[in-house]
T-cell receptor
Framework: AQKVTQAQTEISVVEKEDVTLDCVYE???????LFWYKQPPSGELVFLIR????DEQNEISGRYSWNFQKSTSSFNFTITASQVVDSAVYFC??????????WGAGTKLIIKP | ETGVTQTPRHLVMGMTNKKSLKCEQH?????MYWYKQSAKKPLELMFV???????ENNSVPSRFSPECPNSSHLFLHLHTLQPEDSALYLC??????????????FGPGTRLTVT
């Protein structure tokens, strides 16, 4: 069965600190896709990244970076030099051959000024 | 309008009311989704449509009735709801359904309160 675990329920850091959000997944499929979404207080889920199982290259986009490691079934998300606007709930999700996304419970990130 | 829009943004209804939630996507996508997001629970997929045909109905109570008249519009008709149906209802669309290869884009949601 597919499963996504975000063990960190809530993280609180001071602005400008780096922070890493953990995501561990389970799937028996060899082809699958991993996603990160951001949900700010306004409620809208914002797509951040999609990564397929054959591409283990790490991705960097500005202050955001993602570390995909198949050996540990993890797809962690790091924000460098965090800002107050990064405060949100972040969701990790998994999709395999089916179209359904399996969602983690989310990590609430609080960036204090 | 761009992206995915939802109306209304907030809705308060009694248990005997009938109301509808509307979703419109301006992305030219072929698949649309309804999700329910309750506090302290993972996102729950309710319905999936591909090219206006319902693909999935995840054991959703019949008091929720979806309608997809075309690939750009999706409705969720509500009747005789229960207080536990109070939640954020999110609409999403994706280019296609194929195996997670297409990310889903979400609307801002409708915050529903059933009194």
């Amino acid at each position: 069965a597919q499963k996504v675990t975000q063990a960190q329920t809530e993280i609180s850091v001071v602005e400008k600190e780096d922070v890493t959000l953990d995501c561990v997944y389970e799937t028996r499929d060899t082809t699958y896709y991993l996603f990160w979404y951001k949900q700010p207080p306004s409620g809208e889920l914002v797509f951040l990244i999609r990564r397929n199982s054959f591409d283990e290259q790490n991705e960097i986009s500005g202050r955001y970076s993602w570390n995909f490691q198949k050996s540990t079934s993890s797809f962690n998300f790091t924000i460098t030099a965090s800002q107050v606007v990064d405060s949100a709930v972040y969701f990790c999700a998994l999709a395999d051959s089916n179209y359904q996304l399996i969602w983690g419970a989310g990590t609430k990130l609080i960036i204090k000024p | 309008e761009t992206g995915v829009t939802q109306t209304p943004r907030h809705l308060v209804m009694g248990m005997t009311n009938k109301k509808s939630l509307k979703c419109e996507q301006h992305l030219g996508h072929n698949a649309m989704y309804w999700y329910k997001q309750s506090a302290k629970k993972p996102l729950e997929l309710m319905f999936v449509y591909s090219l206006e045909e319902r693909v999935e109905n995840n054991s959703v109570p019949s008091r929720f009735s979806p309608e997809c008249p075309n690939s750009s519009h999706l409705f969720l008709h509500l009747h005789t709801l229960q207080p536990e149906d109070s939640a954020l209802y999110l609409c999403a669309s994706s280019q296609d359904l194929r195996g997670g290869n297409y990310e889903q884009y979400f609307g801002p949601g409708t915050r529903l309160t059933v009194t």
